[in-house]
């Protein structure tokens, strides 16, 4: 359904959305690996979906424009934090220089139901603007960050890392791989071409395993290359012709067991174990001897951890 006509033109979100992150804020986006520029890309298109068809009536029918709060993002459960530069940064674009943001945690820290994120003063409109699109993407790099903390909780003192997947929601990778480093996971490529990874319609339009690594060693020698095997005569077939990292897709705990025999007697090849893990199934996994255990569901269906906002100190403008 297209929106109408007269909020086609973009002005209230435009104007609502053009403030910047702080300095501060901006520091701490980078320090974290975060593009600036990107981040306010996502947090000015997210704050313009709630605006496009006009300003929030409610709250502005509801609050005096002079009015001003002190408000805190509280946790209402336990999990662990990712994502507050982000967090601060909706709250600075909405309100252009008129929002103060005091973090009371940081990113990777576990809290508790009840903890307090970071707190913000400003204009008590912004904020409650803001509030939804703030929520929206804190409580989501949180669930992110806890579910990748479960992972690697399970997998403790195996040697094993977890890694992340592509399978993340489109526009916010770089935000969702941020999160699953905050629960103490390992990223995994970012995009198409920053890591070649031969997968079995590769290894179909190819020929085989070794054609397809050759293949790519040819025309992106520079780049590193992952190979994935089905079966373990595949990984003897990719170790053979000088795979250094393999991906065991759908092996079985015996057929795990074998690739890494395999990869150890050839020396120096990596393997990462991915398809049909539980977290149940984890520790299992992670002990057969792999490098690393690929996970999807660290971004395709972590649960939004539940945060909250909440006013207080509510006061007239000076």
């Given at each position: 359904m297209?929106?109408p006509t007269a ?10 959305t053009?403030?910047?992150p ?6 701490a ?5 975060l593009d ?5 890309a996502?947090v000015r298109?997210a704050?313009e979906?709630?605006?496009a068809l006009g300003?929030?009536?409610?709250t502005?029918s509801?609050?005096?424009a002079?009015?001003?709060?002190v408000a805190?993002v509280?946790?209402?459960a336990?999990?662990v934090?990712a994502g507050l530069?982000v967090a ?6 909405a309100g252009r220089g008129?929002?103060?943001v005091?973090a009371?945690a ?15 003063e ?9 509030e939804?699109?703030m929520?929206?993407?804190l409580?989501?790099?949180c669930g992110?960050a806890t579910?990748?903390r479960?992972?690697v909780d399970?997998?403790a003192?195996t040697?094993a890392t977890?890694?992340?997947?592509r399978?993340t929601?489109?526009g916010?990778r770089?935000?969702?791989k941020?999160?699953?480093?905050c629960?103490?996971?390992?990223n995994?490529r ?12 590769h290894v179909a339009?190819?020929?085989g395993?070794?054609a397809?690594l050759a293949a790519v060693?040819?025309r ?5 290359v992952?190979?994935e095997?089905?079966?373990?005569a595949q990984v003897?077939?990719a ?6 990292l393999?991906?065991?897709?759908n092996?079985?705990l015996v ?10 007697a050839a020396?120096g090849?990596?393997l ?5 893990l ?12 792999v ?6 569901a660290?971004t395709h269906?972590?649960p939004?951890?539940?945060v909250?906002?909440d006013l ?7």
């Amino acid at each position: 359904m297209s929106a109408p006509t007269a909020a086609r033109s973009g002005l209230p979100g435009a104007v609502a959305t053009s403030g910047r992150p702080s300095p501060a804020t901006t520091a701490a986006l980078e320090a974290a690996a975060l593009d600036p520029e990107r981040v306010l890309a996502v947090v000015r298109m997210a704050l313009e979906e709630d605006l496009a068809l006009g300003p929030d009536v409610t709250t502005e029918s509801v609050v005096p424009a002079d009015a001003r709060a002190v408000a805190d993002v509280v946790s209402r459960a336990a999990g662990v934090v990712a994502g507050l530069p982000v967090a601060a940064a909706v709250l600075e674009v909405a309100g252009r220089g008129a929002v103060t943001v005091t973090a009371a945690a940081r990113d990777g820290d576990r809290v508790a139901p009840g903890d307090v994120l970071l707190t913000a003063e400003g204009p008590v409109r912004v904020l409650l603007t803001a509030e939804r699109t703030m929520l929206n993407l804190l409580g989501r790099l949180c669930g992110v960050a806890t579910t990748t903390r479960t992972w690697v909780d399970a997998v403790a003192g195996t040697g094993a890392t977890i890694r992340d997947t592509r399978k993340t929601t489109p526009g916010l990778r770089a935000l969702e791989k941020y999160a699953v480093r905050c629960g103490g996971g390992v990223n995994h490529r970012f995009g198409l071409g920053d890591e070649a990874l031969v997968k079995d319609n590769h290894v179909a339009a190819a020929g085989g395993v070794a054609a397809a690594l050759a293949a790519v060693r040819e025309r992106a020698p520079h780049v590193p290359v992952e190979v994935e095997c089905d079966t373990v005569a595949q990984v003897r077939e990719a170790v053979a012709a000088g795979a250094t990292l393999v991906l065991l897709d759908n092996m079985d705990l015996v057929a795990t067991r074998e690739a890494v025999a395999v990869a150890r007697a050839a020396g120096g090849v990596r393997l990462e174990a991915s398809g049909g893990l539980t977290l149940d199934r984890a520790r299992a996994v992670a002990e057969t001897g792999v490098d690393h255990v690929a996970v999807g569901a660290l971004t395709h269906s972590a649960p939004v951890l539940d945060v909250g906002f909440d006013l207080r100190e509510t006061r007239p403008g000076e």
